[in-house]
């Protein structure tokens, strides 16, 4: 063999064996649906749409689940990227809407005109925070989930409680309903999450925002999930997705004089979520990184 050839053949198998391929060590080239993703007030003060889009492109991202407050910068960024941008709606409609959303139903009819136009696909995000008003029996909350139902979109759900139960009784009231559990593996462990899939066949788990630099509690020290989320995850691979939720604010002090920095820390947290993907069985990756978001969001409504 001559000494160019068997430089080419080492080549080969260097290309072969994954080597020589910078960025590609957490799978790069598996498509990742980012499920979970902010363009809020707050972010556009520092980051452009422009950029957000660039980020998610550069990514590997086939599209980006996105909600905004106020809700009409999911609209915006969609506009800079019509083919990767999915808005859904935001009940917080202005900046501080967070505080007052569920008192009038100023919300509802918002939500109804947006989703009666089919500017947005979903509806969410929702939190409720333990401890804080509302509580999820509020009679605005009930009549965006019959929004949702009329209009069959998914809604996503932030809850912060010491179990299921709470998340239970409002799959259990909607059962046709699709919903979205925020951020699995903060307070809750997998058994309670076990026992939501068991209880409500229409949930769909997500795992953003539980990366080392915030909520932490999903991977080892070498990124890998932890034994009972593996179990789970690899058990149930049709209910499992995830996103990067680029808020930063989450980390500090809450302050409402501070942009946020979240989408600098894009690149960091999308390579995170491909690593713990890229551990799992090849069939599972493909469910977990983008075909459970395709599936319940339906798309690729003709963009691809
Ligand atoms: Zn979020």
Redesign the pocket.
């Known amino acids: 063999m001559s000494k160019l050839s068997s430089r080419h053949s080492i080549l080969i198998y260097l290309l072969l064996a994954g080597f020589y391929l910078p960025g590609t060590s957490a799978g790069v080239d598996l498509p990742f649906v980012d499920s ?1 993703v ?1 363009f809020n007030w707050d972010q556009k003060e520092i980051t452009e749409a422009s950029d957000v889009v660039a980020k998610l492109r550069r990514g590997g991202v086939v599209f980006a689940v996105v ?1 905004s407050t106020p809700s009409e910068l999911a609209l915006e960024l969609q506009r800079a990227g019509p083919d990767i941008v999915l808005p859904i709606f935001s009940p917080y409609t202005h900046q501080l809407g967070r505080r007052d959303w569920y008192l009038n139903d100023s919300t509802l009819r918002r939500a109804e005109a947006g989703l009666r136009q089919g500017l947005y696909h979903g509806i969410g ?1 929702v939190h409720f925070m333990a401890g804080f008003r509302p509580r999820p029996d509020n009679q605005i909350f009930e009549q965006l989930l019959q929004l949702a139902a009329r209009y069959d979109v998914p809604v996503l759900i ?1 809850i912060d409680a010491a179990n299921e139960q709470m998340f239970l009784s409002i799959c259990r009231r909607y059962p046709d309903l699709k919903l979205i559990f ?1 951020h699995a593996g903060g307070n809750l462990y997998p058994r309670h999450i076990r026992k939501l899939i068991a209880g409500c066949s229409n949930v769909t788990v997500e795992i953003s ?1 539980r990366d080392p630099w915030r909520f932490d509690g999903l991977t080892d020290d070498d990124g890998r999930l932890l034994e009972g989320w593996r179990e789970l995850v690899i058990e149930f691979p049709g209910r499992f997705m995830t996103g990067t ?1 680029p ?1 930063w604010k989450v980390t500090r002090t809450q302050t409402w004089d501070q942009s946020d920095e979240g989408w600098d820390y894009f690149e960091q947290l999308i390579d995170y979520h491909r690593r713990w993907i890229d551990d799992l069985p090849p069939a599972v990756q493909q469910q977990i990184s983008h075909e459970n978001a395709r599936r319940l969001f339906g798309w690729p409504r003709g963009r691809e």
Request: proline fraction near 0%.
């Open positions: 979970h902010h909600s995000e932030h925020a925002a939720d808020v």
